[in-house]
């Protein structure tokens, strides 16, 4: 274990930067679907199948590597997730065919994945480790490199192929993974302080990660829901919360993509200051209040006549669902390890996955601003099962 506190300072800083490297790829390939879709001469049935890639390898890829994780450790598999990740990141543009997208995002998506789950696992243990709760620096720093990555996009798009770009995210990622991956190979994983002297007189074997039992199991797959809960609502804001403005508010095209922006920068504000949020608050009163929170910002957001209006609603959801997400994955992580840790993202991600299609099907039955109204009831519904969890979350 580390040493001392040193140690668990540069592995803070060292998992910072392989949370950040991650939305900073994943970004930078987002931004660039729209040429590689022109490149391949896709249709936008055809597209949407190709992108299922991504969804699937990431959802089949976080329960083995759960696994993985317990065998051959958080930090290493973390690390060569991010090879792979760099690495696949520049295959897009060289395919030519609908097929052989989809084929090369299976393996983006495995290893985007992968190192969610690893990292998160890493993170969990640090956080056990330090005795506070810092999980939503992570995840800030997650969605720093997101906007980081995007903005770059944006700025090379017109003078770089998507090819060019996509190359040298992966130099930058595969450079940045040397020189962070060094400082996380050299750290063993923290033991947690109340488990250390255990630790020493507990054979290898014993002391692992414990996979959820039946008993914590349906504990785990509850704090999962709140992470589908709040991935939903993510990933619906993507993409319709710029429809919603310029259809049903007649924003301007600019005006409405300032509306996700919004959103994605109140996130990473709530997540910035979560940590000292959930050391004032606690882990119960910071899945209520978000959840609370988050439901009525996105009932003003959806409803909302005017918009400015809408504009406020968005970032007061967005700071309401920023600190749901890391705390359930930091508490499924503390119940069972990387396995839980797996099974919570798994469910989030699907939650992600879920949002923009059923949005979209509620818009075709009743209309747009009802359909978001749905986010509000699942942030609702986190909240009423963080308070629901109150006794588990304080053990």
Not at 107 to 132: E, M, P
Not at 212 to 223: D, E, K, N, Q, Y
Not at 286 to 302: D, I, K, N
Not at 310 to 329: D, E, K, Q, S
Request: net charge positive; hydrophobic share 50%; charged share 10%.
């Amino acid at each position: 274990m580390p040493g001392n506190r040193s140690d668990l300072t540069r592995l803070r800083i060292a998992l910072t930067v392989f949370f950040a490297l991650d939305g900073f790829i994943f970004a930078g390939w987002v931004v660039r679907i729209p040429a590689i879709k022109q490149q391949t001469g896709a249709s936008a049935s055809g597209l949407g199948l190709a992108l299922l890639g991504v969804s699937a390898g990431a959802v089949i890829t976080m329960v083995l590597t759960g696994r993985l994780c317990r065998r051959y450790g958080n930090h290493q598999v973390t690390v060569v997730c991010a090879v792979l990740l760099s690495l696949s990141v520049a295959l897009p543009p060289l395919t030519h065919s609908t097929l052989a997208l989809g084929a090369v995002l299976l393996v983006f998506g495995s290893a985007y994945g992968g190192i969610n789950v690893a990292f998160n696992s890493a993170a969990v243990d640090l956080v056990r480790a330090l005795q506070r709760p810092i999980m939503p620096s992570f995840h800030a720093a997650f969605s720093l490199g997101g906007m980081i990555g995007a903005g770059l996009g944006a700025l090379v798009a017109g003078s770089l192929s998507p090819t060019q770009h996509l190359l040298g995210l992966t130099a930058i990622g595969l450079l940045v993974t040397v020189l962070a991956g060094r400082t996380l190979l050299r750290i063993q994983p923290p033991t947690p302080p109340e488990n250390a002297l255990r630790a020493e007189n507990t054979p290898r074997s014993e002391s692992a990660p414990r996979r959820p039992g039946t008993r914590t199991r349906p504990l785990v797959i509850t704090f999962g829901l709140i992470a589908l809960c709040t991935a939903y609502g993510e990933g619906a804001m993507a993409d319709w919360s710029a429809l919603h403005l310029e259809q049903d508010l007649d924003a301007t095209p600019g005006v409405a993509a300032v509306g996700y922006t919004c959103f994605a920068l109140a996130m990473t504000i709530g997540r910035l200051t979560g940590t000292q949020l959930l050391e004032r608050l606690g882990q119960t009163r910071t899945l209520v209040y978000g959840g609370t929170t988050a439901a009525l910002g996105m009932l003003l957001g959806a409803l909302a006549p005017s918009l400015w209006a809408a504009l406020l609603g968005f970032v007061i959801t967005g700071l309401g669902l920023a600190n749901l997400f890391p705390v359930a994955i930091e508490r499924a992580g503390t119940l069972a390890g990387p396995d839980g840790v797996a099974i919570a993202s798994t469910l989030g991600y699907g939650g992600m996955l879920l949002g923009p299609p059923a949005i979209g099907f509620m818009a075709d039955w009743f209309s747009l601003p009802t359909a978001l109204t749905s986010i509000a009831v699942l942030a609702a519904s986190a909240a009423v099962i963080g308070f629901a969890t109150r006794r588990a979350a304080a053990r």
